[in-house]
């Protein structure tokens, strides 16, 4: 798995969003996203960057009020784990 930047993942969602001003502690939560739209917004990312994120077994129902940092932070954790 190729890591994904914080900076990388803020200018994504600077391009779907339109929410203004999205930084590395903006939580998932004050975008207005749920679990669902995480998964969503990850998968997009996947295909926007060409990369595997392998989120298998994370429970996305905890990241509402995590930061974009916090939640990359935990699935690169994951990966390294497994």
């Known amino acids: 798995m190729r890591p994904v930047t914080t900076d ?9 969003s339109g929410f203004p001003g999205i ?5 998932f939560g004050e975008l207005g996203l749920d679990s669902l739209g995480l998964i969503e917004w990850i998968t997009m990312l996947e295909e926007h960057l060409a990369v595997d994120l392998d989120v298998r077994s994370i429970d996305f129902r905890l990241f509402d009020d995590k930061s974009i940092a916090a939640v990359l932070d ?5 990966a390294a784990d497994n």
């Open 74 to 78: 935990v699935i690169h954790q994951h």
């Open 8 to 16: 990388q993942a803020i200018e994504f969602l600077n391009e779907i």
């Open 23 to 27: 930084h590395a502690e903006t939580t």
